[in-house]
């Protein structure tokens, strides 16, 4: 294999990495929130909140405050809390009020969208973007590892972000399959009302996991702010909410499968990088490679949609006492 495939293919693998972290988060909080039995489809717009805060704390920072290296962090930290404190409407409507999920999940999707362009036009004299901000996040390469020749530097140097993706696939993990709180989420997801038989309060733990969903869905947007567009605007989250969905229900509500679908929808996007970078564009019209990602999404649920098992009482309001 000549070094020109090697390299080709190395950065194919880093650009994956790159675009798939996003959708990990995303994907993870779908996973706590309908592990516990609430359907999600509010994450696109859970993504646009994290995007814009993180966007708009780390410009303010920057400008007036003075802060250099450390305002993404404080921007990607913010993201988190407003990622959470922007679920609350969806778990108020789904889990208090018992309204169609998916019909709240749609509304705040679309809250998002028009309100993210409206208070960055208030915050910003006007201005429909935020400046492309000057202090992102910069790539991590890991001591030692990241001097293997072609494998290093495809695996071992990435943005602080991606390490923390993959880090939280394996926690979640953990506490999903091998601590109470994970059999009790998964309890309530499965059978609430026998969760609520031995004590388990069900509101409480699905109220938990939305709030935890809008976290993480969240940082997937400050990623992308952070680390690939350095700003916010209209097409900053542009279907990788959906595309976070897909990978979930591919990956059967299982965190390290789902990472894998995550990463396997992040080839899609990469290559569209790639094409560009070594002149496939010139053969291949550029609208159907900015297509393929959507196209292969759609491809993959019509294939495998109908094999995967969902939580047993996902999308289902529960009421204590009925039956």
């Known amino acids: 294999m000549s070094m020109a495939v090697l390299q080709a293919a190395g950065e194919l693998i880093q650009t994956t990495i790159v675009f798939a972290t996003a959708l990990v988060f995303a994907m993870l909080g779908g996973l706590v929130s309908e592990r516990s039995g609430v359907v999600n489809i509010a994450l696109e717009g859970m993504m646009m909140a994290g995007a814009f805060t993180a966007a708009i704390v780390t410009w303010f920072l ?4 003075g802060l250099g290296g450390g305002a993404p962090w404080i921007g990607f930290a913010s993201a988190v809390v ?13 889990i208090t009020f018992r309204a169609d999920q998916v019909v709240s999940g749609v509304a705040l999707n679309l809250l998002a969208a028009g309100a993210t362009i409206y208070v960055c036009k208030i915050l910003l004299d006007g201005a429909a973007q935020t400046p492309t901000l000057k202090h ?9 590892l990241s001097d293997i020749p072609y494998v290093g530097p495809a695996l071992f140097i990435a943005y602080p972000t991606s390490y923390i993706a993959f880090l939280l696939v ?23 009302e026998a969760a609520d038989s031995v004590a388990i309060n069900v509101y409480r733990v699905r109220y938990a996991a939305v709030m935890i969903s809008g976290a993480l869905a969240a940082m997937g947007g400050a990623t992308i702010t952070l680390t690939t567009t350095s700003n916010f605007s209209h097409n900053t989250i542009s279907g990788q909410g959906f595309i976070a969905l897909a990978a979930l ?63 047993g009482a996902v999308g289902k309001p529960y009421r204590k006492g009925g039956r």
């Open 249 to 311: 229900i591919f990956g059967k509500w299982r965190p390290v499968a789902g990472m894998f679908a995550a990463l396997f929808f992040g080839v899609a996007s990469a290559l569209k990088s790639v094409f560009q970078v070594y002149g496939i564009t010139n053969y291949i019209p550029v609208d159907f490679i900015y297509m393929f990602p959507y196209v292969l999404t759609v491809l993959v649920l019509a294939g495998f949609v109908g094999r995967a098992v969902a939580p």
């Open 62 to 65: 920057e400008t007036n405050a």
């Open 136 to 144: 992102v996040f910069s790539k991590w390469a890991v001591p030692l």
């Open 82 to 94: 407003m990622g959470a404190v922007f679920a609350l409407p969806h778990a108020a409507a789904s």
């Open 170 to 192: 394996a926690l979640i993990w953990f506490v999903l399959y091998r601590t109470p709180v994970g059999l009790r989420l998964r309890a309530v997801g499965e059978h609430p």
